[in-house]
C-alpha cells in the first residue's frame, strides 16, 4: 500500500511541476532533500543511541523496578489480570517511560518485547488480547511529558525556544490517551457482550 501511495505522491510532484513551471524547483528538491534526509537520519541516530543507552543502564541498575512499583497501581487497573513481577509488565513500564520523556525509538524495542511477553502470559496465538490492544492504544497514543525528539528536531531547525510546544504537547497527548483507552474498553465490553 506505502508504495502505491510513494508512486502517486512522485508522479503527482512532477505533474505539478510541469504545470506550474516549477519542474526545476522539483528537481533540485529531489537532489538536496535527499542529502537532507540522510543528514537528519544520522542526527536522529546520535539522539536514539544515546537515549537507548541510559533506558539499557536503567533497566540493568535497577531503576526500572523503581518504576514499575510507581506505576503498578496505575497499570494493574489499566491492565486486567496482568502479573505485575513479570517481564510483559517490565517492558510496558519501560516503554511508557521512553514515552513520557519523549523517546519513541527507545521506546519501540520494549514495545516489541512486552507485546511478545504479553502473547506468552494471555496465551493467545490467533488474536491479541485486550491487554494487548490495550498496550498498542497506549503506545501508540503515548502521552508524552517531555518530547526530546520533536525538541531536538525543532533545535536543530533554528528554533529558538524548543520546548515551547510542551503545554500543547502534554495537553493533546493526555486527551488522546484517554479517549482511546476509553474507546478500546467501550468496543471490548460490546465485543464480550455479544459473545
Known amino acids: 500500500m506505502l508504495k502505491w501511495i510513494f508512486f502517486i505522491l512522485i508522479i503527482s510532484s512532477l505533474v505539478f511541476g510541469i504545470i506550474s ?61 496482568i502479573d505485575t513481577k513479570g517481564k510483559a509488565f517490565s517492558a510496558i513500564c519501560m516503554n511508557i517511560t521512553a514515552n513520557l520523556l519523549g523517546l519513541g525509538n527507545a521506546a519501540t524495542p520494549f514495545g516489541i518485547e512486552a507485546m511478545k511477553e504479553l502473547e506468552k502470559e494471555d496465551n493467545c496465538k490467533e488474536e491479541a488480547s485486550i491487554n494487548m490492544i490495550i498496550f498498542a492504544v497506549i503506545n501508540t497514543a503515548s502521552f508524552t511529558i517531555i518530547p526530546t525528539t520533536v525538541a531536538s528536531l525543532r533545535m536543530k531547525n533554528g528554533s ?16 488522546t490517551l484517554i479517549i482511546s483507552v476509553t474507546v478500546a474498553r467501550i468496543l471490548d465490553f460490546k465485543r464480550r457482550k455479544k459473545n
Open 21 to 81: 513551471g516549477n519542474i526545476g524547483d522539483v528537481s533540485n528538491a529531489v537532489l538536496t532533500e535527499s542529502v537532507n534526509a540522510v543528514d537528519l537520519g544520522i542526527y536522529m541516530l546520535g539522539a536514539m543511541c544515546v537515549w537507548g543507552g541510559v533506558m539499557r543502564v536503567a533497566e540493568k541498575s535497577g531503576i526500572t523496578d523503581i518504576l514499575c512499583r510507581f506505576f503498578s497501581p496505575l497499570l494493574k487497573f489499566v491492565f486486567k489480570g
Open 160 to 175: 529558538e525556544n524548543p520546548l515551547e510546544i510542551l503545554p500543547a504537547v502534554i495537553i493533546t497527548s493526555a486527551i
